[in-house]
């Protein structure tokens, strides 16, 4: 099974692939996962990669493709995948659909999780992540806590740099400006379907299984 989940940032496809990924047994490719773990771990791409993230702005198209052909290309990915902050440019999207041509990948199930801004920015702001699992909880379910709920990591609760509001509005102007016409291209070419993600995080993961069907 192979799946690309899009949605602005907030909208909760993060959590919603961590979900599927388990369910379905496949595994969970998040361009920005790969990317805070290069920041933390100090690499080239993670010093190049840094900067830009906290500005809330995109890395360079060269780069995203690059990470996305080696990873498609592992092992890990050869009967499946959920894709999640991929393809965020038109040019991410057509290189991607080169990549599925070379690697004769013929079915993709793309998923938009819909969510109106204001609702995203309400959400994003009061989020709170676990270092060790990558979890994201809202604030409330886990104030006063000294470990994940999710993994037992103790005092790993952070908050993203790029989850302050400044921050949050500059990439829902960016996902606008620039996603949003990859969702378009998939949409024209009748490739995605839209999911509501005011729902219930289960009611979501159940109704795009639904739809996997
Ligand atoms: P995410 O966790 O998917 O919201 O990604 C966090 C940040 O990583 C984004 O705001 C971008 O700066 C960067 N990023 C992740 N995926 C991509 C991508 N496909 N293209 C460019 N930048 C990306």
Redesign the pocket.
Known sequence: MRIIIFGA??AG??TQAKILSEKLSIPHI???????EAVKSQSPLGKQ?QE??N???????N??IE??KDTLNQDKCKTGFIL??????LP?AVELDKLFAELKIDKVFSVVIDVNEDEIVKRITSRTACKACKAIFNDAEVKGLAKCPKCGAENSFYK?D?DKEEVVRK?LK?FRETTQPVLDFYKSKGRAVFVNGLSSIDKISEEILGLLK
């Open positions: 940032p907030g496809k993060g998040s361009t920005g996962d790969i990317l805070r990669a830009i993230m500005r809330g702005e995109l890395v360079s198209d780069i995203m990470i996305i999640d902050g991929f393809p965020r440019t991410q993203r790029d990439r960016v």
